[in-house]
C-alpha cells in the first residue's frame, strides 16, 4: 500500500511539472511584453510589473530579455517610492546582459533614482553620497551623453546639500562650545565642498572657533591665510574687530 501511494505522489509530481511548462510554453511573451507597456502608459504600474516580470521569468533568454528587465525597472520607477526596486531591476539588467543597448539608460536611471532618494539635508545623506557616486561613473563612463548636463547640474546641487549638511554640524557643535569639533566639520566643507556656497563662512567660523579657544596666533594665521574669503563676502572688517577686541562679535556689535 505504501509504494503505491509512493508511486501515485510521483506521478502526480510529473503531471503537474509538465503540466506547468506547457503552461509557460503556452505564453505569448509578445503579447506579455506589448500588454505590460500598455499598462505602463496607462499609470497601472502592478499591472505593468506583472506582465514584465512574467516575460523575465520564462523569455529571459530570447530578445525580449533586456527589454523585459529595462521596462520593469521603469514599472516600479515610475510608481510611488519604488526607487530601491527599481535600481535592483536596472542593475540586474546590467550584470546579466552587459552589451544591451538599454545598459546606459537604465545606468542613467539609477542616478535619477538616488537623486530622487535624496532627502533634505539635515537628514542622513547615505542616498546623496551614492547618487554623486553614480552621476560621476556616468559621466566618466559617457561623457558625450545628451545627459551630460543635467547630471553635472544634479552633482552640483547634492554637492551644495553636503556642504550644508557638514557646515550645519559645525554650527551646532560651536553652540556646545565643542570648538575641536566643530573645526571637523568646517575643515570638511573647505576640503571636499570647495566648490560650494559655504565655504567662505566655513573659514570665518574657522577663526571665531580659534579664538573661542583663544589660540589668537592660530586663529591670526588661519585669517592671513584665508584673507580673500572673508573679504568676498565683506566680512574682513568684522573679523579685523574680532583681534582688536579678543572677542568674537556679531555685525549689530560692531555697528
Known amino acids: 500500500m505504501r509504494i503505491l501511494l509512493i508511486s501515485l505522489l510521483i506521478l502526480s509530481f510529473f503531471i503537474t511539472a509538465c503540466s506547468n511548462k506547457n503552461a509557460i510554453r503556452d505564453i505569448d511573451y509578445d503579447l506579455e511584453f506589448e500588454k505590460g507597456k500598455t499598462a505602463l502608459a496607462k499609470k497601472k504600474f502592478i499591472k505593468a510589473q506583472s506582465h514584465f516580470n512574467t516575460v523575465v521569468i520564462g523569455a529571459s533568454h530570447t530578445e525580449l530579455g533586456d527589454d523585459a528587465l529595462f521596462f520593469l525597472g521603469e514599472a516600479h520607477f515610475y510608481a510611488k517610492k519604488e526607487e530601491l526596486l527599481a535600481i535592483a531591476e536596472y542593475d540586474r539588467l546590467i550584470r546579466r546582459m552587459p552589451f544591451?543597448?538599454?545598459?546606459?539608460?537604465?545606468?542613467?536611471?539609477?542616478?535619477?533614482?538616488?537623486?530622487?532618494?535624496?532627502?533634505?539635508?539635515?537628514?542622513?545623506?547615505?542616498?546623496?553620497?551614492?547618487?554623486?557616486?553614480k552621476l560621476q561613473e556616468y559621466i566618466d563612463d559617457y561623457p558625450n551623453s545628451d545627459n551630460r548636463i543635467q547630471a553635472q547640474e544634479d552633482i552640483l546641487v547634492l554637492r551644495e546639500k553636503l556642504s550644508k549638511k557638514a557646515y550645519n554640524s559645525g554650527l551646532?557643535?560651536?553652540?556646545?562650545?565643542?570648538?575641536?569639533?566643530?573645526?571637523?566639520?568646517?575643515?570638511?566643507?573647505?576640503?571636499?565642498?570647495?566648490?560650494t556656497d559655504f565655504v567662505e563662512l566655513a573659514h570665518m567660523k574657522?577663526?571665531?572657533c580659534h579664538i573661542y579657544k583663544n589660540e589668537f596666533e592660530e586663529a591670526r594665521e588661519y585669517y592671513d591665510l584665508k584673507r580673500n574669503h572673508i573679504e568676498k563676502i565683506k566680512m574682513d572688517d568684522l573679523v579685523d574687530a574680532w583681534f582688536v577686541q579678543k572677542r568674537v562679535l556679531d555685525r549689530l556689535e560692531l555697528e
Not at 543597448?101 to 546623496?128: F, G, H, L, N, W
Not at 553652540?175 to 571636499?192: L, W
Open 100 to 133: 544591451s543597448t538599454y545598459v546606459e539608460r537604465a545606468r542613467y536611471r539609477i542616478c535619477e533614482a538616488y537623486v530622487r532618494m535624496s532627502p533634505k539635508y539635515y537628514r542622513d545623506q547615505t542616498y546623496s553620497e551614492k547618487a554623486l557616486e
Open 172 to 195: 551646532l557643535y560651536m553652540k556646545m562650545e565643542e570648538y575641536s569639533a566643530a573645526m571637523i566639520g568646517f575643515k570638511k566643507v573647505v576640503e571636499s565642498y570647495y566648490d
Open 206 to 208: 574657522t577663526i571665531a
